[in-house]
């Protein structure tokens, strides 16, 4: 017996957002001096860190290398203490590395590989602290990343969940959405030209809402979009302002 | 404009105490569902009127607790804060869905006001704090916030059981008061009785339970999550729990649709025997049950019980089935139960015991009710309303609460009411704002068409000869006909003309939820509560002859020859009926006898003539079509099923003075067979407008195994049934006829009746599409669309019709009709609600018929002395049906005494020592006097008595004293001696009912009659309601119309 009302008469969710309505959203941009390009980006409780390396050489076995573009390497993990009982999470385990291969996918469309033949892009994304939405927020967290690296990219990469719940597409769910049993859907978009990176859903849905639901999660990739062009935007200015003095 | 903050959360899952950090959003714009609003919220949906004297925020703990006083209409202006709705979220969700529906209920004045997720008033908890202390804080913030935001224009009162809080926050805010919820009764609603005695029985409930606990008398339910997964795995069985209405005590099944899908052993239900299995379970309760090892598992009884303190004994039982116990509830279903407070000694109710009471229940499938009361000793004898509040496992009877007292038991009233909140049928009169909806039509303010709503209706005004056959004496004429002849006679025109309702409820309105929740008019033996107010229902939207009316009509273009359709027009029209027939004066018309037709008697002669003429023009080419029509269905199978409909005749007051069997006349099936023919081609209408949200009716083919009882009765008799099909079913019921005894063939019909499945309303997209057939009219696709005044159901298929009108012109219809989701949601609550009506209709006719027999002494009486036919064997004993009361009933030939029934030479019977055996179409006594033996279809004479019982309903009795046919009931029996015999009677008598047996002509000759006692509305209706009912839904509701 699911206990949670996920939305209410009113119209509210749990954490008293509406509908449509994005947690708040805060980032930052080159937070590493060492690596090419570090972003710190927290979604609500959900924080995360990327950081990028490259494009440089291949590394390890060179016959990975492709003759016309750029290897992307991906790598998530999660912080033991990311969630609220502590556990040991070793590299490798199945739900990181199906993740990985979903960033490294939604990055190969993002980032254009092909002015980088027979090198290595580097991307390593770590969740800090869970609390729903963790592909997301990675793929947000790493694009910041990559602009911060200084890689070109088609676009902005910017992805958001969302759910279904009474016939009502929720955006953005955290943790206790997600488990409440909604059926959620996970969207990365290039938000400039409506091209979508990736989709990825794995729960049962009525054929009929599936537009509804892209819509909603499409709508809602373009005002993070917003949030991390603006971010960018202050970054810059404040490197500039550096550079000058 | 949304800031962030975080709340700490301590949460256990899997039983570990976790930390878990939720985000928490506030916003300085929540709405506040005031009109008086400065601020310019966005409040849409229900909006607290602005006039009031204060509005009213319950605390946390008050909600929790005193919902029930909080639930009541008259209190207005109450401001439920999230926080109290989430502390009733974590209580259960029964109790939340209530609060839900109160909020979205638009007659009652409350909204909910968001408290937690406002800037202003959500204040977070402190370390330290205790739950009830934070919540009881939240909601005096969100008080004053409210004041201050509506400019304190309007007093705040808080209200709780924390004296504490009292103390600390009264002072605190000049425009927000605190105080306890008694005082707060006393003080703002001390007119108010109701809730205050509510609230006082709530609270002592209260008290009692937290002083309770003793050792256990049940085994504890098992955990929700064992439940669900011991259902999953198939270990235990869920379903529905049914006690049985006999053996109340110790049997019990579950029974679920889906269990016989699972394993063919269970399509029967699970047999749960004694209270102890039971497990607290109360009837209607959806539970788990565990099934028992084989070994264990029993039968059911079969034989006739004589009350629950029948001894049982093994041979009785029926083969095994299987047998469970009750391991846990997943869902009560409790609803509103009357109870009789028991008469207690003087001795007793000084001690404190005395406060407890256990009140027996009228249902006797509910357990006894312990209920602590001050007031035990006022209520003695009395029916009130109780609900159940609690059944602890340290406990033998559930804890409950007393809502509202009835009234003594035994009065006609009081067993009235008590038949309606048994039936969970709930008919305030309408309220003012309903009212305020209707238009008005006055002798100062009379009612007319609006010329633009004229125009855009098709007028028949002047081109149709339009006219209404109804019962004598109807108000709400729900339906007319015309018939015309086109094209030189090649074509005729058939129109149903319908009163149209959906023009003056508009979809949302109050009137129409007031409707919607009703459902149907209901009634019962004395009275009626009309599904809408009666100047809809009785003047306009009744096709009165003479006026101008709105109707939604069919018409059908029929080949002269052929009779088939070749065009059908639907749509909203303007009429003006010339005539308003009965059915005796329609019958006269037809077959050339002389009639006065009350309209045509002003005018002169000849154009009397003419006007004549053209009406029975009109009535035989009605007939002619109505025929053709019949015949065409008989050939698909339809079936012809018994029903007694019985006629109330009225004087000018308003009385009954008389029953009469409705005749069978010719007119009657007419008028049926063309609203048949109306309701068929509105269903497939909607259904192809809208195939997946249309409302249609069904009539799923009966269970065979249910027939096993009609063709062994049957075949006792020498005939043989078969039920393969409807039709081959109505074929064999046709042959079944027994030249000597007419009664024969009627009691084969009732049997096959109560073989059948009920009708029901669905939504088209719930069903696959050969689910859709009506196996008694033999139609693949029926609803119900020629009596809107009296059924929702037919409002529904009105507004369909009108968007799938619509629809076709093109235009965007103005709202789109309910999903199938909603409409499926709507024909189960209609479906619910018309079982409720029949129930009640049936037990008010029962409560009628033993207060007439109440009335007289058994032993001397000659009407309690009937004539009965025998229509199945048991082991100890019979069931006859009386054919001059209508009357179906046990007799035993065994009583508890072990004595059995002998009779004497001169056939008169007695209870002598003996044996009884029972054979497949006998049964036979064997005593001193020899034996006697009793077969299917004998008839035989019992005297008829009341058995009176303080707490549930009184029961006819009937006893076997000859086996020879009454010959008082003879139809040689005198009329008209007995009549002015009855004249003299003046003071004790309200007038004289006659009963026709039957509905064959040659029977009716047979006339009988009862007397009446002169008691207000104290009549006996005699009539099998049930089978009323199954018959076609039409007639049988135009015979419902009539007791108005």
Known sequence: ?245 | MIKTEKVLHLKSSRGRKVRVVREHYLRERVPCFSALCQAGCENDGKVLPGDLTHYVVPDAEVVLNYLEVLELVELQGVVFTQTACQALHSKGRRFYNRLRNLLKDPRHDCVLFANEFQEFSYCPREKGESQEKWQTRCVYAAAVWYYNHLAGMMNLVMITEDLDAVSRFSSLNSGVYVIGVQEYLQSFWPALQAAQDLYGSVRQALQEKEADGSQREFPEHLPAQVLEAGIKSGRFVQGTLNVSKHRAQNEAFVTSDGLSSKSPDLSAGVLVEGSKSRNRAVHGDLVAVELLPKAEWRGKVTALSEGPADERSGDDETKPMPTGRVVGILQRNWRDYVVTFPPRDAAQAQSRAAQRVLAVPWDRRIPKVRISTQQADALQDHRVVVRIDSWPSTSLYPNGHSVRVLGRAGELETEVQTVLIENCIHVPPFSEAQLREMPVNSPEKPWAADPAEAAARRDLRQTHLVFSIDPQGCEDVDDTLSVRRLAGGKLLELGVHIADVTHFVREGSLTDLEARSRATTYYLADRRYDMLPAVLSADLCSLLGGVDRYAMSVMWELDAQSLAVTKVWFGRTLIRSSYQLHYELAQALLNGEEAQVPELARLDPEERDAKLSELIQALETLTHIARHLRAQRDRGGALELEGVEVRAQLDQDKNITALVPRQPLEVHETVAECMIYANHWVARKIQEAFPYQALLRRHPPPRQELFSQLVDTARAAGFSIDTRTNKALADSLDRAVDPEDPLVNRLLRMMATQAMSQALYFSTGAQPEDQFYHYGLALDRYTHFTSPIRRYADMVVHRLLTAALQLERGAEPGKPPAGNKDMEELAEHINSRNRAAQRAQNLSTGLFQCLFFKERDPETDPRCVADAIIYSIRDNGVLVFIPEYGVKGPVYMRNKEGLVVAAGPDSTCEWQSGSVRRHSDHITTMSGRGSATFRLFDHITVRISVLSTNCHADTLTLQVISNQPHLGAAPQRPGSPRRSQLVQEVVRLAGEAQEKAARRPELSKEEREFRQSRTPNLYSLLEEIRELALMDPDAAARAGTVMA
């Open chain 1, 1 to 245: 017996m699911a206990g949670l009302e996920l939305l209410s008469d009113q119209g509210y969710r749990l954490d008293g957002r509406k509908a449509t309505e994005l947690r708040k959203v805060q980032a930052r941009m080159g937070v590493f001096a060492q690596a090419d390009g570090s972003a710190y980006l927290e979604q609500g409780n959900t924080k995360a860190l990327a950081v990028v390396y490259g494009p440089h050489e291949m590394r390890g076995s060179r016959s990975r290398a492709l003759h016309d573009r750029a290897v992307i390497n991906c790598q998530y993990s999660m912080a033991t203490f990311s969630t609220a009982e502590r556990k040991r999470r070793p590299h490798g385990d199945r739900k990181s590395t199906e993740m990985s291969l979903h960033l490294k996918q939604t990055f190969e469309a993002a980032v254009m590989t092909q002015l980088f033949p027979r090198s290595q892009i580097d991307i390593y994304v770590k969740i800090l602290q869970s609390d729903g939405g963790n592909y997301s927020v990675c793929v947000n967290a790493a694009t910041l990343a990559v602009i911060d690296a200084g890689i070109p990219m088609r676009d902005y990469v910017c992805a958001c969940t969302v759910g279904f719940v009474d016939e009502t597409p929720l955006a953005d769910l955290c943790y206790a959405e997600e488990s409440g049993g909604v059926s959620s859907l996970a969207l990365a978009l290039l938000p400039r030209g409506g091209q979508i990176a990736l989709v990825q859903m794995d729960a049962r849905l009525h054929q009929d809402h599936l537009e509804t639901l892209i819509e909603a999660a499409m709508t809602a990739c373009k005002s993070v979009s917003k949030v991390l062009d603006e971010v960018v935007r202050q970054h810059l200015q404040e490197a500039s302002v550096l550079s000058r003095e």
